[in-house]
T-cell receptor, first 109, second 113 residues
Framework: ELKVEQNPLFLSMQEGKNYTIYCNYSTTSDRLYWYRQDPGKSLESLFVLLSNGAVKQEGRLMASLDTKARLSTLHITAAVHDLSATYFCAGNYGQNFVFGPGTRLSVLP | NAGVTQTPKFQVLKTGQSMTLQCAQDMNHNSMYWYRQDPGMGLRLIYYSASEGTTDKGEVPNGYNVSRLNKREFSLRLESAAPSQTSVYFC????????????FGPGTRLTVT
């Protein structure tokens, strides 16, 4: 059974700093997904990682996947307030999707 | 292009009442999903439909039924609501050719008293 964990669950960081969110999963996952959710809003897709070694970048966010370690990371570079949100990773087997608990990120001035 | 739409946005039910949550997508996606989101627990899959005419259970299907009415619409029914079903419900759709990247609706906030 696929289980997905994230850490940290809460993260406060200063603007301009770098940090990494970790996503571990328990068994083979077809793909690895990252989503963003603003308070009271829906989820927005950020990245889909398809295979071992995959790296994707969009602005200040970079996601990577290590299937051997069953680990994905979301790296934040030079954080800005607009990145404050909850970030979820998710894995899947077929069309069964399993989400992590989310990392609530607050970027402070 | 509205994407994924859900109705209603908010609902309050008494224990034992029934209701149907509606979801529609205009992206011509084959796959549709229903999730619930509870504080601190991420999203949990209730049911999904890989294509018109098919439905499958997810992680937490008990107390729910679904209908894939056509390719666009996927409804979720609570036959006898319980306080444990108080949650935010999200519908999503995806397409195999796009690696099942999911597009989510705005959510329905349901309270059962």
């Amino acid at each position: 059974e696929l289980k997905v964990e994230q850490n940290p669950l809460f993260l406060s960081m200063q603007e301009g700093k770098n940090y990494t969110i970790y996503c571990n999963y328990s068994t083979t996952s077809d793909r690895l997904y990252w989503y963003r959710q603003d308070p009271g809003k829906s989820l927005e897709s950020l990245f889909v990682l398809l295979s071992n070694g995959a790296v994707k970048q969009e602005g200040r966010l970079m996601a990577s996947l290590d299937t051997k370690a069953r680990l994905s990371t979301l790296h934040i570079t030079a954080a800005v307030h607009d990145l404050s949100a909850t970030y979820f990773c998710a894995g899947n087997y077929g069309q069964n999707f399993v989400f992590g608990p989310g990392t609530r990120l607050s970027v402070l001035p | 292009n509205a994407g994924v739409t859900q109705t209603p946005k908010f609902q309050v039910l008494k224990t034992g009442q029934s209701m149907t949550l509606q979801c529609a997508q205009d992206m011509n996606h084959n796959s549709m999903y229903w999730y619930r989101q509870d504080p601190g627990m991420g999203l949990r899959l209730i049911y999904y439909s890989a294509s018109e005419g098919t439905t499958d259970k997810g992680e937490v299907p008990n107390g729910y039924n679904v209908s894939r009415l056509n390719k666009r619409e996927f409804s979720l029914r609570l036959e006898s609501a319980a306080p444990s079903q108080t949650s935010v419900y999200f519908c999503a759709s995806s397409e195999p050719g796009h690696h099942y990247e999911q597009y989510f609706g705005p959510g329905t906030r349901l309270t059962v008293t």
